[in-house]
Each structure stands twice: as C-alpha cells, then as structure tokens.
C-alpha cells in the first residue's frame, strides 16, 4: 500500500486488521461471514485460514480495491515463464514463491517490475536473478503456487502521486483476446 502511495493511517488500518484475530477481522468489516475463501478448511479451525485470501479480503471490503481471478499457476511453472509474464503484467501482483531449499513458501508483490518485499527496507527489481533466489540467498525458485492480481480503488489511483500511472493494465485484464488472460482463470 506504501508503493501505491496510500495514506499512513490506511497503512496503520490495514497492518492492524490483518493482525487481528478473524472475528475482529469480521466486525471490522462489518462482515456477517467470513469468505468460503479464507477459512477454506474450517474443520482446523485457525490454523485453517488462508492468509492470502484474508490480506484480499481486506483489501476489498475495506478499501475498496479489486482483485483479479486466481493465476493459472499451470503458466507459472519455470522461471523464465513466470519473469516473462510478471512483466507483462501492469497491475501489482500478489504472489506466493515455493523454491528448492526453502523452509516456507515467500509471498512478494511484483508490480512496474520491481519487488516488493516485506521482508526488506526497499523494494528491488525484478531479474532473472532476484526471482531465482526470491526465497532466500540459498534457494532455487520451483514455480509460482498462488496469485492474484490487485487493481487499485479509483480513489487510490487518482491521488496525486500516481497521476504519472497512464496505465493501471485493467483494461487489458478485462479485454476479450488479451495476451494476459491467459494466465487468469475465468469462470
């Protein structure tokens, strides 16, 4: 959100919801249920939340951003295939990272072709190098696991800061025909 030049306190908001245990989460966002998504496996109670789609869920409901469908990871299975279309892509991408050696998988936002990483003070470009090893020094990268695309509020895009953005890459998601589509399921 600080890349998207998003305020302090929605920032603050963000971080403190997403911290909080789901049922805070819920009254947050003054939600009645909890999306199928995020609990896929309510039988193992919290240890069942898919985190990913928890930080989406926020995103959504309480500032008003968009996401895409979830990634085709069939597209994402090399390296070069997976740095090809990061590319491509123009909206921030949320993705999650499983590399040879890896104690977990990494979860990283790709956007303008430019890392960003919550585990470091700056963000860092997107080569063949940084992808290969997103998961630490002495991993390899094995493939893209999960993803989604995150497309701004309108309020979010029309902030001074992001006027020099002439393009945002939702048209393209949405067009008929566009090359990345296919890396998008469509219902």
């Known amino acids: 959100m600080n890349v998207l030049h998003c305020s302090p306190e929605d ?18 966002l003054n939600d009645v249920q ?4 995020v609990m896929p ?4 109670g919290p240890l ?16 008003n951003f968009v996401t895409t469908s979830k990634l085709k990871v069939s597209e994402f299975q090399s390296l070069m295939q997976s740095l090809k279309a990061l590319a491509e ?5 949320l993705i999650s990272v499983e590399s040879k050696f890896a104690a977990y998988q990494h979860v990283v936002v790709v956007w303008r072709e430019m890392v960003i990483d919550y585990e470091f003070m700056y963000t860092y470009p997107l080569t063949e190098d940084t992808l290969r090893q997103i998961c ?25 800061a992001n006027q020099n953005i002439q393009d945002w890459g939702t048209a393209e998601y949405y067009k008929q025909g566009s090359s990345i589509r296919e890396y998008f399921y469509w219902r």
């Open 89 to 93: 892509i123009k909206f921030p991408m």
């Open 11 to 28: 920032m603050t908001s963000f971080w403190n919801i997403a911290t909080s245990p789901l049922h805070s989460i819920q009254n947050s």
């Open 48 to 63: 069942g939340i898919d985190t990913i789609e928890k930080c989406l869920w926020i995103l959504r409901k309480k500032f």
């Open 136 to 160: 630490g020094v002495n991993t390899t990268f094995q493939r893209i696991s999960c993803g989604y695309g995150i497309l701004p509020s309108k309020f979010c895009k029309a902030l001074q």
């Open 34 to 37: 909890v999306p199928r998504a």
């Open 41 to 44: 496996n309510m039988s193992i």
